[in-house]
């Protein structure tokens, strides 16, 4: 009679836990509305655009060719087989018809274009002359994580490496949003380095993630115990 009682208990919780997990990850949901127009898919993109800024004057710079360390090896592999090489793309919402256009990445000592591989990014518009501040978080695995801080040339469609701005409070990061030069809100959405140990992370919620500042020369935790934060945006009045 205990032992029934104590597999129904069991058998409840298991039944518990796997539907919560199925509606945390909205199996059950359709959506069927887009604003404000149809979607388009634009095939050179390739794989990997995980995140995107808009300028006010509808330019989007977006990333390619996403991957990092706790990637599914699958994945890493299908990355490796194909050659999948990180690139930053512009899309100028004023004129469709010019398509994706990739930019030409002039790096710097601390960049290894053979390693890139963009996430997140943030613009900071010049809005004199064109010449954006762009900062992108880039996974260069083995290496750790690192914001990488480029200047935009719109004469050139060319990006200038800057600076990599990087720490060991940098677990996995995913996106930024930067304010001022050189000032940003960035979120550490892994905690572990390991596809299974993100998956039990991402499965159970963990609260092992958090929101970091940094001013310009240090890393400041903002907040903890989010469970995988992903995207982050600012306020007008940046704070
Ligand atoms: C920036 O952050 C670092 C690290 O927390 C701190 O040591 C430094 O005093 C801060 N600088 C300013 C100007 O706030």
Redesign the pocket.
């Known amino acids: 009679m205990l032992k029934k009682a104590i597999l129904i208990g069991l058998l409840a919780a298991v039944v518990y836990f796997v539907g919560t997990k199925v509606k945390m990850l909205g199996f059950h949901l359709h959506y069927y509305k887009h604003h404000p127009g149809t979607c388009r898919v634009i095939e050179t993109a390739g794989p990997g655009s995980e995140d995107f800024h808009v300028t006010s004057a509808g330019l989007a710079f977006i990333t390619s060719g996403l991957a990092f360390s706790s990637a599914p090896p699958s994945f890493l592999e299908f990355h490796k087989k194909n050659n999948i090489k990180g690139r930053i793309l512009i899309y100028n919402f004023k004129n469709p018809k010019k398509g994706l256009v990739e930019l030409k990445i002039k790096p710097s000592e601390t960049l290894d274009l053979a390693k890139f591989k963009p996430h997140g990014i943030s613009v900071l518009e010049d809005k004199a002359k064109g010449e954006h501040l762009v900062y992108v978080v880039n996974h260069p695995i083995p290496e750790p994580d690192a914001v990488e801080k480029f200047r935009f040339n719109p004469k050139t469609n060319e990006l200038v490496h800057l600076k990599s701005i990087t720490s060991n409070v940098m677990t996995t990061t995913n996106d930024l949003a930067v304010g001022e030069e050189d000032k940003f809100y960035i979120t550490n959405f892994n905690y572990f380095n390991n596809y299974f140990l993100t998956v039990v992370e991402g499965l159970f919620q963990l609260p092992l993630g958090g929101v970091l500042y940094y ?6 935790q903002v907040t903890r115990r989010l469970a995988k934060p992903n995207g982050v945006f600012l306020s007008k009045d940046l704070r």
Do not use: I, P, W
């Open positions: 001013n310009g020369t240090g890393f400041t």
